[in-house]
């Protein structure tokens, strides 16, 4: 073994200290909590940035299509044969026709902005974001005129499933007075909760063929979306889509549409991390003080050694363990509390606020309806790595000091 008996045996006493080196103690024991709340701070935080993106992805990538094809000015007219011609790309699992418009909806003079979709009944339900997530009316009642709204768009105005809601289309007839908003009146079939309050509250589902009368589409789609196997290789499916549209339109997919808002959810993960980096850093030079205190404290003890026979290399080991076992223990301390929060971290979450009464996590402003933690366990390795790396880092110089102590000097002052 690296370390012998005598060198682990004598580590272990140093940190058990006494009355008069109570101080030293206290500092060590700070360094510990310091070092085990980092790597907890930091696991837990990784973790929910990784469950905000994993679940935010999904949830995008399930309501909307990994690609689109757009016709390359206005709208897809005949656009059967492309359809045939895109599913057979490789890769691709389905390809579904879709009218997308704006609306207004407008109850007892209360107001608000909506997204049309319309979609075929069979795409509706073969959805599985979307027609797994019908809490109210039945995902088969979608179609024959009847359309599907969010939970909160339902919520705020008092709708149920059979009750008619009115959508006005700024895409109106043209008189000699300007032009006139269509107004259909459609009953509501289906009620569905995705779980992200963008999508819950300005989305309709509408069947293709009502949405294409709405809009004066008769014939025609918006666009085509586009389902693959694997979203995170649709880089390397765009050249085999763009050669299936072979100049017929335009292909755009997910990463393109929301490259933004992932690129800010990557920045803002790397500056967690590095802000939440020192605070173990901190610890770790509070194990550098703490050892240096230990050190001149057991100068005396230190000169007996060394004239008994214990070498610098012993000395130094001696120390090393000493302040290396406080950062090994507060990282293995945080390691296990931070698996143990993130792993019940939405049950913590509804303790704190039904005894603080307050909504720590808002829907509508987090976009989700419940704390997402997704632990990546090579993530984990490198913070427990960072933890125990600094630790040992940070008892070198005080290790180094105590071996290099002249026994001769630190009896002459004693």
Known sequence: MIFSAFERMVAMRYLRARRQEGFISVIAGFSLLGIALGVATLIIVM???????????GRILGVNGHAYVYATMGALEDYGPLAERVKAAPGVVAVMPYVEGQALVSIQGVATGVQVRGIRPEDFRT??????????GDENGFGDGGIAIGIRLAQRF????GDELTLISPRGATTAFGTVPRTGRFPIAAIFEVGMSEYDSNIVYMPLETAQAFYRMPGQITALEVFVADPNDIGLLRA???GAVAGQGRVLDWQQTNSSFFTALQVERNVMFLILSLIIMVAAFNIISSMIMLVKDKGRDIAILRTMGATRGMVMRIFFLSGASIGVIGTVAGFTLGILFCDNIESIRQSIQSLTGTDLFNAEIYFLS??????????VAQVVGMGIGLSFLATIYPSWRAARLDPVEALRYE
């Open 47 to 57: 973790s929910v940035m990784n469950g905000f993106r994993a679940e935010l992805l």
């Open 240 to 242: 085999s889509l763009g």
């Open 370 to 379: 419940h704390l997402p933690a997704k632990i990546d366990w090579r993530e």
């Open 158 to 161: 008092g709708l149920r499933v």
């Open 127 to 136: 959805r599985p974001v979307v027609g797994d997530s019908v809490v109210l």
